[in-house]
């Protein structure tokens, strides 16, 4: 084996389980495709000791540290291809052949927005997902929800935290009687007409465009949208799958391994809710306790 471990996948929960495995001594080859998650957001906040940092900055920061270490290769490029060798796993990337006795897989998601004028161009924002990473910068302006899932209900009731919150139904149904009772006692408005439009300047919000013709002020607006993997690598490998209330997410258990003995997945693709600092936690997690498999229990030759 070229390496003991590769990881797929250099952000947050990439780098993470990456760095435990070089502080073991371990030979550890990081790919990395470049397009983290959270490339839109200007700054990340609440993670520890970074709060208000530029995601790639800290990302920068971090692949930076990892790299100092001796056994560390890292790789610009997208894994194309993973399967089961002979003592490990063979990983195709950018025409190369690379082999490991065992994967961190933490390549991952994309968010699959709404398709209505003016939403993509202002993600990550003013069109939001998490309230703990962008709330307070938000917050005591006019809010809202737009209606993806029965779980935007939930997510309105949240957001009302942080300020005044209108659930946009967007023309669908209304959620049931009780639910509409518990988002009365939260103060959330509800709007049924549909939304065709946003409308703001230089990436901020001014005014929804609703499709009887009316305009609705609002400042920022949260969606939580459906995710796909960045990979079809879990499936190529057979790790099993589970269906998460955002999309599908890889099962794993308390220690980030997957249903493939030797194969650790971390991060979005294995986790949900998300959120930077359980990612990187779980890249934590993944790189330890890979490390202690191939100490305690190593896969046959």
Known sequence: MQHDAIVIGGSFAGLSAAI???????????ID????????AATSHGFFGQDGSAPRAMIAQARAQVEAYPTVEMRTGTAHAARAVPGGFEVEVEGARLTAARLVLAFGVSDVLPELPGLAERWGRSVLHCPYCHGFERAGGRLGVLSA?????????LISEWGPTTLYLDGGPAPEPEVLEKLAQHGVAIEPAGVTALVGADGDLSHLHLADGREAAIDALYVAPRCRLNSPMAA?????????????????????????????????????????????????????????????APLAA
């Open 20 to 30: 435990q495995i070089a502080r073991a001594r371990r030979r550890v080859c990081v």
């Open 33 to 40: 495709a470049g397009q983290p998650r959270n490339r839109f």
């Open 149 to 157: 899932s029965p779980m935007s209900a939930h997510q309105a009731m």
């Open 236 to 296: 190529q490998l057979g790790c099993a799958l589970d269906d998460g209330p955002f999309g599908p997410l890889i099962r794993t258990d308390e220690r980030k391994q997957t249903s493939v003995a030797g194969v650790y997945a971390a991060g979005d693709i294995a986790r949900a809710p998300h959120n930077a600092s359980w990612a990187a936690a779980d890249g934590v997690t993944a790189g330890v306790f890979l490390h202690q498999s191939l100490v305690f």
